[in-house]
C-alpha cells in the first residue's frame, strides 16, 4: 500500500536543491498499479502527487533544470537521412559505413 504520509514527509524534510530520483521513490513507497506492480510511470506519478499536495518541486534535481524553466525538457535532434531517387532513405551514418568500405 502507498505510504502517502510518510512520502510527503520525507518530501517536504528534503532542502532544496536535493537530488530525488523519483522512479526509485515509486518503489521504495510501494506505489502499485491495480494490477499489483509498480507503474512503469511511477517516478511521474509521484511527482505530480507532491506538486498536487503543496510540495515545490520545482526545487529538486537542479542539474536537471534547463535554462531556469524549472523543468528538465530534453531536446531531441532528428536523424539526419538522404533521400535518393524519392524513395530510398539514408542515415548519415549508414551512407558513411557503405563508403568507407569501399577504396577509390
Known amino acids: 500500500?502507498?505510504?502517502?504520509?510518510?512520502f510527503l514527509a520525507d518530501?517536504?524534510?528534503m532542502p532544496p536543491g536535493s537530488k530525488i530520483n523519483w522512479s526509485k521513490s515509486a518503489?521504495?513507497?510501494?506505489?502499485k498499479n491495480k494490477q499489483g506492480n509498480v507503474p512503469r510511470?511511477?517516478?511521474q506519478v509521484l511527482l505530480e502527487f507532491a506538486r498536487a499536495n503543496?510540495?515545490?518541486v520545482d526545487g529538486f534535481n537542479p542539474d536537471k533544470n534547463v535554462s531556469g524553466r524549472g523543468s528538465f525538457?530534453?531536446?531531441?535532434v532528428p536523424i539526419?537521412?538522404?533521400?535518393?531517387?524519392n524513395h530510398i532513405n539514408l542515415s548519415v551514418s549508414e551512407l558513411q559505413d557503405e563508403l568507407d568500405?569501399?577504396?577509390y
Open 1 to 6: 500500500m502507498f505510504e502517502k504520509p510518510q
Open 11 to 13: 518530501v517536504r524534510q
Open 27 to 31: 518503489s521504495d513507497y510501494q506505489l
Open 41 to 43: 510511470n511511477g517516478g
Open 54 to 56: 503543496g510540495v515545490a
Open 73 to 76: 525538457c530534453r531536446i531531441r
Open 80 to 85: 539526419k537521412k538522404i533521400t535518393v531517387d
Open 101 to 103: 568500405k569501399h577504396e
